[in-house]
């Protein structure tokens, strides 16, 4: 049997809170109470979904039953029911937290609907509840693992940081955890209850990322076939996690400034300038110092962003962290995959810390997965481990002499490799070390001939 929505309807006219009992008992569980006492009784020991509370109880006022409603850890939603001339009062309920309200007498068809729009908009909420703290399990600070001298400081910077207004940039080697501590930076906030957008700068080309970032009217360009609202707009309260800030053009760069600057966006096409408060996290492997020198990044958006900096050691840099980011790791992937793992060998442990680990946590988290899954016993072994750990001077470009030189393709291969895996499998990172597009990288990775059968750079 399908579980009811359990009403609770307080009213002091006994006629009243029957006939209510009666119209509605076939829909949900019900409860009743004469008096503000005996509602809160109800409610300290029953979990209620929804309340129909007449604000006039006698000589008590409905108004504190909704306060004490509104403070229980679980808040019920309350529906007010009031006479035709005291609106007002119901007005002023709606303002404390109350759901919604009907006058007397009472539609009684009418109240149904709004009593299940009622049940339905506390189910939100609870999902939405559960969903945050799933998240904060997922991605709060506690997810940070770390206790050597190098992490020790960033994750206090960060428990200082959260509360604040502050744009913060963060950065870091690829896959030392940027991503992750964002998501951390906005649990810990006010904000924490709305929005965290992220927005990955370098997978968009310009006018796309300008489109993602501030919406668009429709018509603005080719293929605007409606209005779309931007991220910006999106994550109103809460936080914009800009990944790759280093990697926009000038002209977003410019506009992304007069956002920071006014607190206001301006959609593609469109000359109206919107509100938005949203508080800004950005990201960047690059320097983006030297850029600035370089005339590649504009300094007083550099400025705006460098509010607060907090930089992410690479993991080669914190090997004493390894034993605690082993263990929650294989304990997870073996959690996601139905295996019991014990852990790895003495030999497999010496291999993970020989290792430079140039993708960082995520390239050790991979790794370890790859270990997990492998696995035919209890123990990770050496040879469960992927070859790039077990044999990282295969990846590299042969030197010297060998047993035969090697051609200008199988030499461009070992090249590509070692681009690939100083970048932790980050291509556009890749296409940049070896001085060629994403686009070509991405053809040479799949063996596909340039255009015009010609070397391509």
């Known amino acids: 049997m399908k579980d009811l929505p359990r009403l609770l309807i307080v009213d002091d006219e006994r006629n009243a809170r029957e006939g209510l009992r009666r119209a509605f008992s076939d829909g949900f569980e019900i409860y009743t109470a004469e008096s503000v006492a005996a509602a809160k009784t109800i409610l300290e020991e029953e979990p209620i979904d929804v309340i129909l509370l007449d604000l006039r109880l006698g000589k008590e006022s409905g108004f504190d039953l909704l306060e004490f409603s509104r403070s229980l850890p679980t808040a019920p939603v309350c529906v007010i029911m009031t006479a035709y001339g005291s609106v007002d009062n119901a007005v002023e309920a709606i303002k404390r ?29 609870t999902e939405n509840q559960n969903l945050r703290e799933q998240l904060g399990w997922k991605f709060g600070l506690e997810r940070i ?13 960060i ?31 006010p904000r924490r209850a709305y929005p965290f957008v992220a927005v990955h700068c370098a997978a968009l080309s310009p006018q796309l990322l300008e489109s993602e970032l501030f919406g668009h009217e429709r018509g603005a360009f080719t293929g605007a076939l409606e209005k779309r609202i931007g991220r910006f707009e999106e994550a109103h309260r809460g ?29 593609v096409g469109s000359n109206k300038a919107i509100p938005v408060d949203v508080r800004v996290i950005a990201a960047t492997n690059r320097d983006l110092e030297r850029m600035v020198a370089e005339g590649a990044f504009r300094e007083d958006l550099f400025f705006r962003l460098n509010v607060v900096r907090i930089v992410l050691p690479p993991l080669r840099e914190r090997k004493e962290d390894l034993p605690l980011l082993i263990q929650a790791f294989v304990g997870e992937f073996a959690r996601e995959n139905g295996k019991r793992i014990s852990g790895l060998t003495k030999d497999a442990e010496k ?20 270990g997990v899954v492998m696995a035919q016993g209890a123990w990770i072994t050496p040879e469960d481990l992927p070859d790039r750990i077990r044999f990282p001077s295969a990846l590299r470009p042969a030197r010297g002499m060998g047993s035969g030189p090697m051609t200008l393709r199988e030499a461009e291969k070992q090249w590509i490799l070692q681009a690939l895996h100083s970048c932790g499998g980050n291509r556009s990172e890749a296409a940049r070390k070896l001085g060629i597009s994403r686009k070509t990288l991405l ?7 340039p255009p015009d059968g010609s070397s391509s750079r």
């Open 443 to 449: 053809r040479k990775i799949a063996g596909a001939p």
């Open 239 to 267: 936080t914009i996690f800009l990944d790759e800030i280093g990697e926009i053009d000038a002209s977003t760069q410019v506009k992304l400034l007069r956002v920071l600057g006014e607190k206001t966006i301006q959609r």
């Open 159 to 189: 428990r200082q940081v959260a509360g604040s207004r502050a744009t913060v940039l963060l950065e870091g080697e690829s896959g030392t955890g940027k991503e992750l501590a964002a998501h951390a930076l906005h649990l810990a906030s």
């Open 145 to 157: 693992i770390g206790k050597s001298a190098a992490m020790v400081p960033v994750l206090e910077k």
């Open 97 to 125: 937290g109350a759901y919604d309200y009907v006058t007397k007498p009472l539609d009684l068809g009418k109240l149904e609907i709004i009593l299940r729009r009622a049940v339905r908009s506390r189910q939100v909420e």
């Open 351 to 370: 291999l993970l810390y020989q290792y430079d680990w140039p993708g960082n946590v995520r390239e050790l988290r991979m790794a370890l997965e790859h």
